[in-house]
Nanobody
Framework: QVQLAESGGGLVQPGDSLRLSCAASGRTTINSATGWFRQTPGKEREFVAAIRRNGGSTHYADSVRGRFTISRDGAKNTVDLQMNSLKPEDSAIYYC???????????????????WGQGTQVTVSS
């Protein structure tokens, strides 16, 4: 069993930066992947970014590429999401997710992830 805990959400102004962190505990496999997803009321949970444990390849949604950076700290067993140049449309609840044995073609698909955190609110508003 894997437990995930997100931290770092908050209220910021457009153009500001915010860093989210996902701490994982429990057993994960070498071919696991950790992703960040976000959701707003009435909408589907959407993919934001993901990183593979084996090789460290990163993957981004087009809407955040160039502004967000996902990274992994193996010693701390955390995955961070650095969010720069935030826009009001980035406001959402952000969820950390982890899946063991995720193949590359499924890394953007939320159904491929077995474990989810409780979410952290990010609000971008002036």
């Amino acid at each position: 069993q894997v437990q995930l805990a997100e931290s770092g959400g908050g209220l910021v102004q457009p153009g500001d930066s915010l860093r989210l962190s996902c701490a994982a505990s429990g057993r994960t496999t070498i071919n696991s992947a950790t992703g960040w997803f976000r959701q707003t009321p009435g909408k589907e949970r959407e993919f934001v970014a993901a990183i593979r444990r084996n090789g460290g390849s990163t993957h981004y949604a087009d809407s955040v590429r160039g502004r967000f950076t996902i990274s992994r700290d193996g010693a701390k067993n955390t995955v961070d999401l650095q969010m720069n140049s935030l826009k009001p449309e980035d406001s959402a609840i952000y969820y950390c997710a982890l899946g063991n044995g995720i193949i590359l073609s499924s890394i953007r698909n939320k159904v491929a992830y077995s474990y989810w955190g409780q979410g952290t609110q990010v609000t971008v508003s002036s």
